[in-house]
């Protein structure tokens, strides 16, 4: 006679997705910073948006 154990699956579905939710979040914090970065420097220059832009540009 055999015994099956069943194990429970790990949250969050398989290895390629959890890595794929967990690089996600992590440019979503560097977007942010980022975004936080520009948002500073603009203040601080006391430059308006379209100055920025037309520098980018």
Avoid: D, F, H
């Avoid at 390629?16 to 970065?37: C, F, G, H, P, T």
């Avoid at 603009?42 to 980018?56: D, F, I, Y």
């Amino acid at each position: 006679m055999t015994l099956i154990i069943w194990k429970k699956s790990k949250p969050g579905g398989t290895s390629k997705s959890r890595y794929k939710a967990r690089r996600e979040e992590k440019l979503a914090s560097v977007n942010q910073e980022k975004r936080l970065k520009k948002e500073i420097a603009e203040t601080l220059s006391g430059c308006s948006p379209r100055v920025w832009k037309a520098l980018r540009e």
